[in-house]
């Protein structure tokens, strides 16, 4: 067993705890292997429970020697945070509230605080009880980072699925050799408009299309943001060598863009998807026989 | 704040040359954190703003990289030094069009619009100091432009 | 960005002469007095020889910064200048993307999709209206 310096004189209250929690990481990490958290996470074996504990301890004790018990964004959780995710993940998954795993996460102090009276025998009282403050102030933390890390991962999960019902949300259809359509439906928010950009920008250059329609038939209402996007959208494609056209204005959209007095400037529009296939064709050569009087019109 | 491997850097900025270095450190960085394409594009390119602002209006200086997280997303610090005359008046070098040399007069306030997080720090003859972050796979941050 | 990360370019950018036409190809990271080099090699260029046009393919680029992007529309201006028109052609999305956030829309370059398109037009005559593939902002 190393040598433990009994005098107590080892720094801080902090310090301490770090020398305490390294010295018996070994009997914590026993003892934690019996509690809940771990016992049903780290089913391979005993030894696997044990390990795990050893690396929580370690992380601790690091955190500890730093002075930073309060801080959660301390370098010595880096380590631990994936592996406290994954036994929180593990735990969620048995289906325990968030609550729940946050009192078995309170359940690891006890067996340490007991350990620590049991270590620190013969230190002065006062001495003892701030160690033991410092030593629960850090399991508190700990708590803090585990849930912290587990609601990142719900965070993580949602913005993923976000972004796939976005990407899902914004389908580009090839209209003709050259022309690429984006039929917008819904409220445009900066997200989704970047979205829509990126999508169409790509599947411009995949397709080779030198014409680019963005269809706002579905889009409920043209701000300032909104209009902002369109432009923006229409001089990236610009500076692409593309054209981009935004179609479906509708009457109330058109009243509103006035209303707001929003200069869509340079920005190319038609009333509809049909009428702007039309003046595409036409640019890109193509003759539109036997138009319908109120067909594909040509510009 | 925590640091990651790849991404912790110093790197002078004393010529041209050292663009190079900046822009290629930083896309390698952003690329190693996670970021998109057209995120990491926007950050070499503020990058190569800012430490051209260094070169040229700072008579050079420093980029210091560094690795930051917050609640668990991960971000990209770039801090640009210069040791030189200071910028007198921020808002209007904030201001697109202003320029006081070169470009198209959209160092300062381009590369703003280019990043999440931007922080400028000078004052006539102490230097400049432009701190920017973005962050992976986040929203573009609100518009705050008029 | 098949190639990996690009590794910075010495020296002069090689100029292509396709006919009538120049045609220069920017790869990777170009540091700045590569690009006053080649602004200055492509007017001496034009002046020199009879070119009607000049194309700058850049889809091997990952980056256009307010300096390169000053760079591409000067070259435009001086060929202007010199009765010839430049292309600037394969601008890649996250570039365009990224320039429009900057607020460099360079309103006054003509711009392709590929170098086929750009020499392309550059074929046609000087029609404003009716030119393919590329727009042209009127004031």
Known sequence: MPEHDTGGTLGTPEQEVAGFL???SEQIAQRWADEPLFRTVFTVSRDEAVEAGKVVADALAQVAGTQR??????????????QLARMGAARSRAGLSATQVS???AALLPPVENLLVADLEGVEPERLRECSTALSVLMGTLRLVAMQTALSEVQALTDRQRLQLLEVATPVIKLWDGIVAVPLIGTLDSA?????????????????????ILDITGVPTVDSLVAQHLMKTVAAARLMGAECVVSGIRPAIAQTIVHLGLDLGTVKTRASLADALGYCLHELGANIVNAAPDGAGRR | MHTGAGVEARLPIRSDMDLVWVRQHVRQAAAGLGFGLVDQTKLVTAASE????????????????????????DGLRLTFSDTGPGIPD???????????????????GGARRLVHDFAVESAPGSGTTVRVTSWVSRPPRPREDA | ????????????????????VLLVTLQGDLHDTMAHQLQQDLSETIARSRVRGVVIDISGVEMVDSFLGRVLAEIAAQTELLAARTVVAGMRPAVAITLVE???????LRTALTTEAALELLAQPIVPSRAGGVREESP
């Open chain 3, 1 to 20: 960005m098949s190639e990996g990360f690009s590794r910075p370019v010495a020296g002069h950018v090689p100029v292509l002469r396709l006919g009538d």
């Open chain 2, 90 to 108: 921020l808002d209007r070098a904030l201001s697109d069009g202003y320029t006081s040399g070169g470009g198209l007069g959209m160092g300062l």
């Open chain 1, 69 to 82: 018990v309060e801080d959660p964004d301390a370098a010595g959780f880096t380590g631990v945070r994936e």
């Open chain 2, 50 to 73: 800012l430490a051209r602002n260094t070169l040229v209006h700072g008579g050079g200086g420093l980029m210091e990289a560094s690795h930051v997280t917050t609640g668990g997303t």
């Open chain 3, 102 to 108: 900057l607020g460099l829309t360079l309103p006054g």
């Open chain 1, 192 to 212: 989704r408009s970047q979205v829509v950009m990126e999508t169409l920008l790509e599947a411009v250059v995949d397709q080779h299309a030198r014409f680019a």
């Open chain 1, 22 to 24: 390294r010295r018996r």
């Open chain 1, 103 to 105: 009192s078995e996460l």
